[in-house]
């Protein structure tokens, strides 16, 4: 990757800023008999508890214009699983590992960064505060200022990893969320995460989900995500990485000229499991044509 | 596995609502029967999805069966020969064909035809005779059925009666079964039809595959979304556990 592409997060440079989003992914490994996952900027894994989740009932998934719901509920495998047998491989495969981490509570929450802070090979911790598919969970971290900001003052006593959060779509504030993070110590803020939906199946007369609602993702969800972005970056000084239906060159341009340092590529990868790659040289190429490194356009459509 | 863009070389209709698309790449990709493939077209953002399907035949060229049932499979049975297909795979788990000396029955309907034709191709390879017992609704609901009756013994049954025998493939199956239970089903079509086919192979203790189908985004099991629970109580992934399954896994036998 060329020195233009780099990323710089405050403590932390990405060599491209096309990151792999949370639950879109895997573990990464999955992906390594046919995609240089070292070469993408990064992964945010799987979001990862402290006991492994089976996950809701389904079905699970539906598609919806331009997108799609899922209602997965964090199936996971579990910290102690994820520290134990995959991290050797990322590690073996030199993946840039960013720990999405998810937990109902405070103290999970740090529990969770404890456990990662003595993990080599982390190159970030994500706290995902804004997961909409688990009941009495998760969300309601995301949805005001003063808990999002209380969840990320304690992992930030117990963390010396660069600390991202991930905020919610559904937040009162988006704005004030992000000024609680900021101020309680956060390095980085990811956004956005799904937006709750639903599809009715008009056969059954029911939700089509089993949860009935689940995250709405993918193309649809752009103009929302620009939006808030372009919002935040007005109202803190610290990086954000953007993301919410990126799947081309000129989806991205938008989120790095609103304000996104990074950019995190979701559903797109069920389509195209290398699209991060081919995004991260079609960039390349396009800066390359301008004389232009990434940092040169970051917020540059901000008055 | 390989992530490749491929080209449409022949569009056949081998029923009148459903496409048999051929395609070829840079290289095959090596699937075994019941394995599967992700296929999009180059339609923009819309649908987002990829979708899957078993190949039916795996070699210079790849092929699928459609049958137009959503706005994915429309566009899909709307193509032409020279448009773009991305495909990846193989994905999944398929057909063991380890047989132990039993004859193989295989049971499918609709475009579950599509995993059995290779299957049985494989089959007769191998020397092994097979009986394949094909459903449809109508007459128009059976594909491939020359194909089959080149490669093993075929038994239609539609639920008009407009061919072979009247009524729907449990029939046929019991009775075969009864006959001789020195068998091993194979099978892949609606999920009634799973549930009956499992019913009846488990009702005599015969083995019984099963390919499944559900909604599903990755195909590679890191999404989690085709979940099905198990007889065990936990959750299987139809993309990564699966799509075949051992019947008694997915579905309790009938009491």
């Not at chain 1, 752009?222 to 954000?240: G, T």
Request: aromatic content about 6%; charged content about 20%.
């Amino acid at each position: 990757m060329s020195a233009r592409l780099k990323a710089p997060l405050g403590a932390l440079t990405l060599d491209n800023p096309f990151v792999n989003a949370s639950g879109t992914y895997g573990y990464a490994v999955e992906y390594a008999d046919f995609v240089d996952v070292a070469r993408l900027g990064g992964v945010s894994v799987k979001g990862i508890s402290l006991e492994p989740r089976p996950g809701n009932a389904p079905p699970r998934t539906a598609e919806t214009a331009a997108g799609m719901l899922n209602s997965i509920g964090l199936a996971n495998i579990g910290i102690e699983a994820f520290v134990r047998d995959t991290m050797p491989r990322l590690r073996e495969l030199g993946v840039t590992v960013i720990a999405n981490t998810f937990a109902t509570s405070i103290e999970d929450f740090v529990e969770l960064a404890k456990r990662f802070d003595d993990v080599e090979g982390i190159a970030a911790l994500e706290l995902n505060i804004s997961c909409p598919n688990v009941h009495a969970g998760g969300m309601h971290f995301g949805v005001s200022g003063e808990a999002a900001g209380e969840v990320t003052s304690a992992v930030r006593e117990v963390t010396s990893l660069p600390l991202m959060v991930k905020l919610s779509p559904e937040a009162g504030d988006i704005c004030e969320v992000a000024r609680a993070v900021e101020a309680a110590g956060a390095d980085v803020i990811t956004m956005i995460n799904t937006i709750r939906g639903m599809v009715i199946d008009v056969d059954r007369r029911r939700p089509m989900l089993g949860q009935k609602m689940g995250g709405m993702s993918g193309p649809a969800l752009k103009p929302l995500a620009v939006r808030m972005l372009y919002e935040v970056y007005q109202q803190v000084s610290i990086p954000i990485i953007g993301m919410g239906g990126i799947g081309s060159l000129r989806d991205s341009l938008e989120f790095f000229m609103a304000g996104a340092a990074a950019v995190q590529v979701g559903t797109a990868n069920y389509a195209e499991p290398g699209i991060s790659l081919r995004l991260a040289d079609e960039l390349d190429a396009w800066l390359a044509e301008r004389d232009l490194a990434l940092t040169d356009i970051i917020g540059v459509a901000q008055d | 596995m390989k992530y490749l863009r491929t080209r449409i070389t022949e569009v056949l209709t081998p029923a009148p609502n459903y496409k048999l698309l051929r395609f070829a790449g840079d290289e095959p990709i090596p699937a075994r029967p019941g394995e599967f493939v992700m296929v999009r077209g180059e339609w923009g953002v819309h649908p987002v999805l990829p979708r899957a399907f078993s190949l039916v035949e795996c070699g210079e060229f790849g092929s699928i069966i459609v049958k137009p049932i959503g706005e994915g499979t429309e566009l899909l049975a709307g193509m032409e020969v020279g448009d773009v297909l991305t495909v990846f795979g193989p994905l999944g788990k398929g057909y063991d064909m380890d047989n132990a000396g039993r004859r193989p029955i295989l049971v499918a309907g609709g475009v579950g035809v599509a995993p059995l034709l290779y299957l049985a191709r494989e089959f007769h390879d191998a020397g092994t005779r097979s009986v394949f017992i094909y459903g449809g609704r109508t007459e128009d609901d059976l594909p491939l059925s020359e194909e089959i009756a080149e490669v093993a013994d075929l038994v239609v049954t539609t639920e008009n009666g407009a061919r072979g025998e009247k009524g729907r493939v449990t029939a046929p199956l019991t009775r075969l079964l009864e006959e001789d239970n020195n068998a091993i089903v194979y099978s892949c079509g609606p999920d009634g039809m799973l549930h009956a086919v499992s019913d009846a192979s488990q009702a005599v203790g015969v083995p019984c595959q099963l390919a499944l189908e559900a909604p599903m985004a990755c195909g590679m099991g890191t999404c989690k979304g085709c979940a099905v629970m198990g007889t065990d109580g936990t959750y299987k992934y139809v993309c990564y556990d699966g799509p075949v399954f051992e019947a008694a896994d997915i579905f309790e036998a009938a009491s």
